[in-house]
């Protein structure tokens, strides 16, 4: 693929607003949890949007649309700050489980709150969990979705979903858990008790991977959470991160949506 402005490699720093919704699906709704997701928002977020200011970058935002409807000053100020804001499901749920009648209301439900909140659709979707239904795909047809943001079928090269339609046009930029900040860094209880990783470690893990989608031309694509990343100590590694990345000529920081229009152009043309 053949990145403009001669471009060796793309680099998408993603972040999904859960907020309170990250714990939706199944863990108690009492004020620990709560209080956890809105740290993403009150704390997090403060954090993150002067960073990116700073170094000048375009990132993309993905927002369940509920967290549009209830935090619609911040979700409006990623839009006004030139970043993207994606969808991620209406009340963050997991798709995979729902009959399609549900899943398609959510969809729907999801995309109309960011619609109404920054006066623009989204183009792409990542999955809450990582994960869809054989019916997902319709809905991007449907809608006219761009990309998705949720399968992990090549690490740093977009490619069609077309193993689950032979005629889709929908590009999927990969995710990998190895490239999200919640396997390394979020305490849980249950069902596991992990995270609070240092963050040399991570950086170890991230500035390698980084190193081979520079070597492939590929996109480099980083998942945070605000209530994760948003701590001191993981900021700082974001910082290190991007400086490190900058340290490499010719690196292209945009969005999400920039990457899927330049691959749908690509393949469209080779397919005549
Ligand atoms: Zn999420």
């Known amino acids: 693929m053949k990145w403009p402005g001669n471009a060796k490699c793309v680099v998408l720093l993603t972040f999904d607003l859960d907020a309170e919704l990250m714990w939706y699906n199944n863990y108690p709704h009492t004020p620990g949890y709560i209080s956890r997701g809105q740290y993403g928002v009150t704390v997090g977020v403060p954090r993150i949007l002067p960073l990116l200011k700073k170094y000048d970058i375009p990132a993309t935002f993905f927002v369940p649309g509920a967290n549009a409807e209830k935090y619609p000053g911040v979700v409006k100020s990623f839009h006004a700050e030139g970043h993207e804001v994606g969808h991620h499901g209406y009340l963050h749920e997991y798709v995979s489980k729902l009959e399609k009648d549900k899943e398609r209301e959510m969809f729907q439900r999801g995309m109309d709150a960011i619609e109404k909140t920054i006066g623009k659709r989204p183009q792409g979707f990542r999955s809450p969990a990582g994960d869809f239904s054989e019916n997902t795909l319709d809905f991007f047809e449907e809608f006219e979705f761009l990309y998705d943001s949720s399968l992990m079928g090549d690490d740093f090269n977009p490619y069609p979903l077309t193993n ?109």
């Open 164 to 272: 689950f339609n032979p005629h889709s046009r929908i590009v999927e930029i990969p995710f990998a858990w190895e490239l999200d900040d919640a396997p390394y860094f979020q305490f849980l209880f249950s069902p596991y008790r992990s995270g609070l990783s240092s963050p040399t470690h991570v950086f170890e893990i991230w500035s390698s991977e980084f190193e081979g989608a520079y070597e492939q031309g590929g996109v480099f694509t980083l998942t945070m959470h605000p209530q994760i990343i948003g701590r001191v100590h993981r900021m700082q590694l974001l910082e290190r991160l991007i400086r490190f990345i900058k340290d490499h000529p010719n690196v292209w920081f945009t969005t999400a949506s920039n990457v899927a229009s330049l691959c749908r152009e690509e393949w469209d043309k080779k397919a005549g």
